[in-house]
């Protein structure tokens, strides 16, 4: 998968949340292509992709997105289109399946654990301690 780079560039992880090379070109084959009409991407995916990371993983503003990747209004329209259109989901799913295969298991989970211990509950019991506040 060509990932933009021209021949003399070397891909560089500028912060800890940057996808790494392989997982860089993994995620952009998932990727919808362009649009067949109109003009093709003029923004650097790479950048696209690094800065939804570093705004998930550090959890700031999307206004407050450094610099060194796309512009925070870019890079926001194309999570948010990505979100609505599926597409987050539908490559979870993707990486999600190759991890259990890598991992010796079935590519989809058939069954799941929940710890009450770790569920929140509601602290009041319910109807009847209700039922006594009133009277």
């Known amino acids: 998968m060509d990932i933009g780079l021209l021949p003399h560039?070397?891909?560089?992880q500028v912060y800890p949340s940057d996808l790494t090379l392989e997982q860089l070109e993994l995620v952009l084959s998932l990727l919808p292509p362009s649009p067949p009409i109109g003009t093709d991407r003029t923004v650097d995916m790479r950048?696209?992709?690094n800065g939804i990371l570093y705004v998930v993983r550090t959890g700031c503003?999307?206004?407050m997105l450094?610099?060194?990747y796309e512009h925070w209004n870019t890079t926001y329209?194309?999570?948010?289109?990505?979100?609505?259109?599926?597409t987050w989901q539908?490559?979870?799913?993707?990486l999600r399946e190759q991890a259990r295969r890598q991992a010796g298991r079935e590519p989809t989970p058939s069954a799941a654990i929940i710890d009450s211990?770790?569920?929140k509950t509601t602290e009041k019991g319910g109807l009847v301690v209700t039922m006594r506040a009133k009277r």
């Open 66 to 68: 450094p610099k060194e």
């Open 90 to 94: 539908r490559i979870h799913d993707i």
């Open 61 to 63: 503003q999307w206004r």
């Open 47 to 49: 950048k696209i992709l």
């Open 77 to 86: 329209g194309y999570f948010r289109s990505w979100q609505q259109d599926g």
């Open 9 to 12: 560039e070397v891909y560089e």
């Open 117 to 119: 211990q770790s569920v």
